[in-house]
Nanobody
Framework: QVQLVESGGGLVQAGGSLTLSCAAS????????MAWYRQAPGKQREWVAR???????YYADSVKGRFTISRDNAKNTVSLRMNSLKPEDTAVYYCNTYPLISGYWGQGTQVTVSS
């Protein structure tokens, strides 16, 4: 099973940037497609970006052109570069496999975008 630790969140003004990082343990990391998800207050968790083992990325329409996902299979890490942040990007961000293979989630990292 993959264990996950997210970091890099914070408070930023609209239009600013942040880079999130996810450290994953487990020898099978490089086999899995990985994704970033987010959950805003009062809303369901949603997928925002995913990347297959070979590195090809996919994005939700709401973040396309602003967010960039990347992975380093040698270091077992997944990153999310977020540019042109908007108040509606405010959420707790999580990384996980895609699709989900277990009910396990890390603690997430809070991103707050002020207007």
């Amino acid at each position: 099973q993959v264990q996950l630790v997210e970091s890099g969140g914070g408070l930023v003004q609209a239009g600013g940037s942040l880079t999130l990082s996810c450290a994953a343990s487990g020898s099978m990391f490089k086999v899995y497609a990985m994704a970033w998800y987010r959950q805003a207050p009062g809303k369901q968790r949603e997928w925002v970006a995913r990347i297959i083992s070979g590195g090809y990325p996919y994005y939700a329409d709401s973040v396309k052109g602003r967010f960039t996902i990347s992975r380093d299979n040698a270091k077992n890490t997944v990153s999310l570069r977020m540019n042109s942040l908007k108040p509606e990007d405010t959420a707790v961000y999580y990384c996980n496999t895609y699709p989900l293979i277990s009910g396990y989630w890390g603690q997430g990292t809070q991103v707050t975008v002020s207007s």
